[in-house]
């Protein structure tokens, strides 16, 4: 048997009893536990509610109660289990204590409750088991009162990357960097996150290095020039990037070689290379910025995005993809449109006002909009 622990549990989020899913939910607001037996036990298929005390101690010893008492009643029947394979019971309330492993059924919905300002922590706790790819994930916010008919999860998706990538390195595209508190699990746990998002839901980073996720996908060799120096342009702030682009145009000035020697300075060289090798050192300042210091993140990425090379078998669909999910304002303009056939006139001057301000809302007024609409950031095509 397996147990979710929630914080709250309110009448909509009420479970239809499944006799192939033996399920204990524990409510510690409500101070109760709904108990669902089935034929394991011996007897038919009963579900009852027992008051439990707030502190965590007694209410183990309730649950254990109980596991002796499953178990007697086995044994009373003729079947033989041992109390502890009757229920698995998790103290964390925001960690599912579900196991895709004894689910049996990909069908079956994994669910887990995440704490939306602890969204980074709690669902890289959810994806640290690497099975859970091969399941139904259904989400719920702590708190929050909603039925994951997949708005739910885009929103935890979406917030989740928009926290992450805050901490992050770069400006309209950013890469993860090296962190004293991931190792090899928490970063292939973020790597099921992209590729569960894109596949489940369409949900994508956009903001995540193309040069990098080129990379992992299909390999750092698969990374030409063009991606290259256009993905470090977007990594670099607005008065660098146009420094770094009248380099490659040969048309720096003088304001322009001090903000060039700054970066080079932070990308560990102390002096300007010769106009004439320029470029060259630029490319590679570009490629150690990119792809040789996340290194170690790409390789842990990318034991995960080979899910996806079906659905990006090569360059040009990964590019492709990052174009499409991109928010502009006249693609959420066609998600506009009325229940009416026919508006008033007041309804009418509203409704072109609204067309008006999407139109011409920039990328990331766009986004903003759309994750107001849709629970997701970025276009879902």
């Given amino acids: 048997m397996q147990c979710i622990c929630y914080d709250t549990f309110e009448e909509a989020d009420t479970v239809v009893w499944d006799p192939d899913d033996s399920l204990v939910i524990i409510d510690q607001d409500e101070a109760a536990v709904t108990i669902g037996s089935t034929e394991m036990y011996g007897g038919t298929e009963q579900a009852s509610q027992l008051l439990l005390p707030s502190d965590n101690e007694l209410a183990s010893q309730v649950v254990q109660s109980l596991q002796e008492e499953g178990a007697q009643t086995a044994q009373d029947s003729g079947t033989h289990r041992l109390p502890q394979d009757l229920f698995s019971f998790s103290s964390s309330p925001l960690s599912p204590s579900t196991s895709p492993n ?24 959810v994806f640290m088991d690497c099975s859970i790819m091969e399941f139904n994930l259904k989400i719920k916010f702590v708190n929050e009162n909603a039925i994951d008919d997949a708005g739910v999860s885009r929103e935890a998706y979406s917030a989740f990357w928009e926290q992450f990538l805050e901490q992050c390195e770069g400006e309209t595209e950013r890469v993860p960097r090296l962190r004293p508190d991931f190792c090899e699990a928490e970063w292939q746990a973020v790597g ?55 380099g490659l145009q040969g048309t720096m000035e003088e304001s322009d070689e001090e903000d060039l020697l700054d970066i080079f300075t932070r990308m560990g060289s102390h002096c300007l290379p010769p106009k004439n090798i320029l470029q060259p050192s630029i490319e590679t300042m570009a490629h150690k910025a ?23 078998p090569d360059k040009e669909s990964v590019l492709s993809l990052y174009d499409s999910k991109k928010a502009t304002g006249k693609r959420v303009l066609q998600l506009l449109e009325t229940t009416k056939m026919v508006l008033s006139q007041g309804e009418q001057a509203t409704f072109n006002y609204l067309q008006r301000y999407v139109k011409n809302a920039d990328q990331t007024k766009a986004e903003k909009i759309l994750r107001f609409w849709t629970g997701s950031s970025c276009h879902l095509c």
């Avoid at 079956?108 to 706790?125: F, G, N, Y």
């Avoid at 894109?198 to 996908?217: E, Q, T, W, Y």
């Avoid at 120096?229 to 770094?244: C, D, G, Q, T, W």
């Fill in 290 to 312: 990119l792809l040789q210091e996340p290194k170690y993140i790409l390789d842990c990425f990318a034991t995960i995005l080979h899910l996806v090379h079906y659905k990006l």
């Fill in 192 to 246: 099921r996150i992209w590729v569960k998002g894109l596949l489940d839901h369409g949900v994508m980073p956009v903001r995540l290095s193309k040069a990098f996720v080129l990379a992992c996908i299909h390999g750092i060799d698969s990374v030409d020039r063009d991606i290259l120096i256009s993905s470090f342009l977007n990594y670099l702030p607005p008065i660098e990037r146009s420094a770094v682009e009248k």
């Fill in 102 to 125: 004894n689910l049996g059924d990909p069908r079956t919905p994994w669910r887990a409750a995440i704490c939306r300002i602890k969204v980074v922590d709690d669902l890289l706790s």
